[in-house]
T-cell receptor, first 119, second 115 residues
Framework: AQSVAQPEDQVNVAEGNPLTVKCTYS??????LFWYVQYPNRGLQFLLK??????LVKGSYGFEAEFNKSQTSFHLKKPSALVSDSALYFC?????????????????FGGGTRLMVKP | NAGVMQNPRHLVRRRGQEARLRCSPM?????VYWYRQLPEEGLKFMVY????????ESGMPKERFSAEFPKEGPSILRIQQVVRGDSAAYFC?????????????FGDGTRLSIL
């Protein structure tokens, strides 16, 4: 079984400061990890993913995430927050299962973290 | 270059009625996923379909819920005899392949309200 935990319901940051949104995961195999952002009354927009390779992954809108296998974490970061970054952020995991194994197809999401960036 | 299209955006039903939610995947995508989101919660997987086949329905309630993705036309999520607890946002996502390393692309969802 795969699971994702986002320990913070809300993160408050001042504009211009760095931000971190935390995510830890659990899978039986190797993970595929994703971050999505959701604005009010909209669907989820893909930000970035970790599949393999460099532990630091760069994505859209200046976001990046660091994969840490020993800590089973995939925290989302941005060096300088913008007010327009305020939204709901979801971490998701897929088990790196072979084709034909259904566990490899579904995304398991964390409960979400609301990011509030104040001017 | 349209993304994933879901309709209707908002749907109101009375208890006992049927709800039909439609999803047209991105062009060239043959894999469709349905998720349900309760207020202030994450998305929960319901069902995964390819054209004319249900691949994984492990997240879908056994009763009242069904899904299809016909050879022609959109994918349909059907909820019969709706109850208040069915009120949620239902999101559809699509991908070109079923491989785990591909991101899923989401529609804007259908917000279902049960009176």
């Amino acid at each position: 079984a795969q699971s994702v935990a986002q320990p913070e319901d809300q993160v408050n940051v001042a504009e211009g400061n760095p931000l971190t949104v935390k995510c830890t995961y659990s899978v039986s195999g190797n993970p595929y990890l994703f971050w999505y952002v959701q604005y009010p009354n909209r669907g989820l927009q893909f930000l970035l993913k970790y599949i393999t390779g460099d532990n630091l992954v760069k994505g859209s809108y200046g976001f990046e995430a660091e994969f840490n296998k020993s800590q089973t974490s995939f925290h989302l970061k941005k060096p300088s927050a913008l007010v327009s970054d305020s939204a709901l952020y979801f971490c998701a995991v897929r088990d790196n299962a072979p084709m034909g194994n259904n566990a490899g197809n579904m995304l398991t999401f964390g409960g979400g973290t609301r990011l509030m960036v104040k001017p | 270059n349209a993304g994933v299209m879901q309709n209707p955006r908002h749907l109101v039903r009375r208890r006992g009625q049927e709800a039909r939610l439609r999803c047209s995947p991105m062009k060239g995508h043959s894999h469709v996923y349905w998720y349900r989101q309760l207020p202030e919660e994450g998305l929960k997987f319901m069902v995964y379909l390819q054209k004319e086949n249900i691949i994984d329905e492990s997240g879908m309630p056994k009763e009242r819920f069904s899904a299809e993705f016909p050879k022609e036309g959109p994918s349909i999520l059907r909820i019969q005899q709706v109850v208040r607890g069915d009120s949620a946002a239902y999101f559809c996502a699509s991908s070109p392949y079923g491989q785990g390393n591909q991101p899923q692309h989401f529609g804007d969802g259908t917000r279902l309200s049960i009176l």
